[in-house]
């Protein structure tokens, strides 16, 4: 049974930093793309960052230079570190598992979401 599973979020200062995990489970990292997704109150579902089957990384040009994913296969996790973050960072982050480039629309797989809040 596929399972993603986020934790890390919480509320921040601006310029502050969080870590985002993601466990997986009933798949290898290594076998699908994994992305980061993130829904603000009231807008659509954008793309964050991703992490190829080979470990290739893209990010979205709002985050480019702010946040890093990378993996840990041993552990079956997905990180997101968010640095320098600013209030429009605030949202729900979401990983997801299955799917093509940052159409949220294709993936199959989702977490249930962590709430990340960026204000002074």
């Known amino acids: 049974q596929v399972q993603l599973v986020e934790s890390g979020g919480g509320l921040v200062q601006p310029g502050g930093s969080l870590r985002l995990s993601c466990a997986v489970s009933g798949f290898t990292l290594d076998s699908t793309v994994i992305s980061w997704f993130r829904q603000a109150p009231g807008k659509e579902r954008e793309g964050v960052s991703l992490i190829s089957r080979d470990g290739y990384t893209y990010y979205a040009d709002s985050v480019k230079g702010r946040f890093t994913i990378s993996r840990d296969n041993a552990k079956s996790t997905v990180y997101l570190q968010m640095n320098s973050l600013k209030p429009e960072d605030t949202a729900v982050y979401y990983c997801?598992?299955?799917?093509?480039?940052?159409?949220?629309?294709?993936?199959?797989?989702w977490g249930q979401g962590t709430q990340v809040t960026v204000s002074s």
């Open positions: 997801a598992a299955g799917g093509v480039g940052y159409d949220a629309q294709r993936y199959n797989y």
